[in-house]
């Protein structure tokens, strides 16, 4: 024997003691849901057993078929959840245990607040998994042997920072549980109370469940696949319950598909749409959730061409019979079967969302809050195949309503000579909402979408019209909002300007050289003195910042600066150009515009010393009483 037989000890990670300490002193109402976390790790034991057997056919020899036991034992007070799964060797009891490995998971913990509260609803969106049983157990022991090798190991904890791990002795390859449970948890010995619970969130569990006491045995469900019963068969409680199962969730289905295709290929589906937004929803590696199943033997949950990318929220699984049973990793990729069923799909939950969306246009805003920026990436994604339909499907944060608005609302409500659909572009609504650069358009009554998720900057010059409106941004080239027969509040109109205001322009271009790439009168202003846009065919602000974030570009393109013509201090400094000695206010003036123009777009000043310099002058010669 090579390993020690002794026991070590070890600590839990701080993420898992974290956890473990929330899941001791606040907890769910329900703690009987600890058993629904048991029972879907021994599924996902056995299936993950059953998909290695197939390149691995010497791992299958143990007791098939696969069976979950659960076990009371009354007199020593213990509840033992056993399974003929993979099983853990050692360094998985280590790492599986005593770490935490979900991706987003730990950046999830370490964003908790402390305040019990707000962590537990966050948690509630998260679940807890294994360590769920350390809220009705005091000790939890973990006998498990993986398949293919010789030894089994017990991991053992109380929960509270340690665990150990040492050999131990199992015939065959699976896992125990062992749940010591605390005094007051005697409800968990009843095998009243048990099947009650199983029967509540595991029925649908397909790998048959049963209960022993003594030599008595009682069998807990049917073992068979939710996704293939007739939908008539099935209640919301169960669809409900499956989902938490698959998905290892704990909110409820936003929406339930339920889909058989009949005809050249066959599949059923039935996929989920997640209330809240996972939280690695934007992380690069992440996937569809979607298991892919042949007669209801688990093939992979790693199938990446059984969905598009930008449909990486659904949970659930497909089954089809038409793939050759042995079918390998390399095989599923640019299947055409998959990719079949990959169009039938994403055809299926775009017309179910668009039914959501028509039906219950409130309900659909939540869903189009969690899941719109990643649904957006289908615009550009898949030859823009699915373009019409997500366009269709898309809200917008707009100026003229405080919900969320559909491109077609909005062409309805554009205004007389106005020929596109304009937009500005920035991190914070509500720092868009009081972007100088739409008081222009504030003041016609022209409605501008407010866009505040990246991947705008993306699809927008992918997609370029809607109805064959051009999109286009209201902070970039010159605008000529003359020509829209708008309502005209204030509106700075070329007569009011002074007469001087040309040979401002020059003294600013002049002053400012290198800095701006122009300085003109705008149209967009009506309340501040000035602001900055991007020059025609010039990359949009909100898109270069984006790209300096992400070193895609490494320096600051040059920006239109424009002054608003009507604004008393434009007119001011207008008067001042032709005054003896007046130069040199000037053209510190220019700087302390840009620099406002540079804060309002939410940049930072050049040269702060120099803005602080300037400002400070400019005060002392102003200031008086
Ligand atoms: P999750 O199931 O979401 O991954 P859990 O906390 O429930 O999270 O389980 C953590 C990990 O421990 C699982 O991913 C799995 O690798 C392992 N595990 C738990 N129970 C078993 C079991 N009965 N058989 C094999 N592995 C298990
Ligand atoms: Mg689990």
């Known amino acids: 024997m090579t390993e020690t037989a002794t026991e070590e000890k070890l600590t839990f990670q701080a993420e898992v003691s974290r956890l473990l300490d929330i899941v001791a002193h606040s907890l769910y109402s329900e703690k009987e849901i600890f058993l629904r976390e048991l029972i879907s790790n021994a599924a996902d034991a056995c299936d993950r057993l059953r998909y290695e057997a197939q390149t691995r056919p010497e791992l299958a020899t143990s007791d098939q078929p696969f069976k979950i036991t659960l076990t009371i034992d009354k007199p020593n007070r213990q509840l033992t959840a056993s399974d003929n799964g993979i099983g853990m060797s050692r360094d998985e009891l280590v790492k599986n245990l005593g770490t935490i490995a979900r991706s987003g998971t730990s950046a999830f913990l370490k964003g908790l607040t402390g305040d019990s509260k707000k962590d537990l609803n966050l948690i509630g969106q998260f679940g807890v998994g294994f360590y769920s049983a350390f809220m009705v157990a005091d000790r939890v022991d973990v006998t498990s042997r993986r398949a293919g090798e010789e030894h089994a190991h017990r991991w053992s904890s109380d929960g509270k920072g340690e665990f150990s791990v040492a050999l131990a002795e199992r015939d065959a390859a699976g896992t125990d549980v062992t749940l010591h449970l605390k005094a007051e948890e005697d409800e968990f010995l009843s095998d009243y109370r048990i099947k009650e619970v199983v029967r509540r969130y595991s029925d649908h569990v397909p790998v048959p469940i049963e209960l022993r006491i003594g030599s008595d045995k009682t069998s807990l469900n049917d073992g068979s696949a939710l996704w293939q019963k007739p939908k008539s068969e099935i209640t919301e409680t169960q669809y409900k319950e499956f989902y938490r199962h698959v998905a290892h969730a704990m909110d409820e289905p936003w929406l339930t598909i339920h889909h058989r295709a009949e005809g050249t290929i066959e599949y059923t589906a039935l996929l989920y749409v997640p209330t809240s937004r996972p939280l690695d929803l934007f992380n690069p590696d992440r996937r569809h959730r979607v298991k892919l199943y042949l007669k209801r033997v688990f093939i992979t949950d790693d199938a990446k061409d059984l969905l598009p990318a930008w449909m990486r929220f659904l949970q659930g699984v497909v089954d089809t019979p038409d793939l050759p049973l042995n079918v390998s990793r ?9 990719s079949k069923i990959r169009s039938g799909l994403t055809r299926k939950v775009l017309s179910e969302l668009a039914r959501k969306a028509k039906d219950d246009p409130e309900v659909y805003i939540a869903f189009w809050e969690s899941f719109g920026a990643c649904l957006k990436e289908g615009l550009y994604e898949d030859k823009g195949e699915y373009r019409a339909d997500i366009l269709k499907l898309s809200r917008f944060h707009s100026t003229a309503s405080d919900k969320p608005v559909t491109l077609d609302e909005y062409i309805q409500r554009m205004k007389e000579g106005q020929d596109a659909i304009y937009t500005i572009s920035g991190d914070d609504l509500q ?72 040979a401002l322009i020059a003294l600013f271009k002049l002053a400012l050289g290198d800095e701006v790439k122009d300085v003109r009168a705008s149209a967009r202003l009506t309340d501040s003195a000035v602001c900055l846009v991007a020059g025609e065919g010039d990359l949009d602000m909100r898109l ?32 001042m150009t032709g005054k003896e000695g007046a130069s040199a206010v000037l053209e510190e003036a220019a700087h302390l515009l840009l620099d406002q123009a540079r804060l309002l777009e939410g940049e930072p000043v050049a040269d702060p010393r120099a803005f602080a310099k300037r400002l400070g002058a400019m005060m002392e010669r102003g200031l008086a009483v």
């Open 330 to 338: 390399e095989l599923l990729q640019k299947n055409p079967l998959l």
């Open 544 to 575: 270069e910042r984006l790209l300096r974030q992400h070193k895609q570009l490494d320096k600051a393109m040059k920006r239109v600066l424009e002054l608003n013509p009507t604004h008393p201090l434009v007119k001011r400094l207008a008067e």
């Open 431 to 502: 720092a868009l909402r009081a972007s100088p650069q739409l008081e222009g358009f504030a003041a016609k009554g022209v409605e501008v979408l407010l866009l505040t998720d990246a991947v705008d900057e993306f699809w927008m010059p992918a997609v370029g019209t809607y109805e064959g409106k051009a999109f286009k941004s209201a902070t970039r080239g010159a605008l000529d909002l003359d020509k829209i027969k708008g309502e005209e509040k204030g509106t700075p109109k070329a007569e009011d300007a002074p007469a001087e205001l040309g």
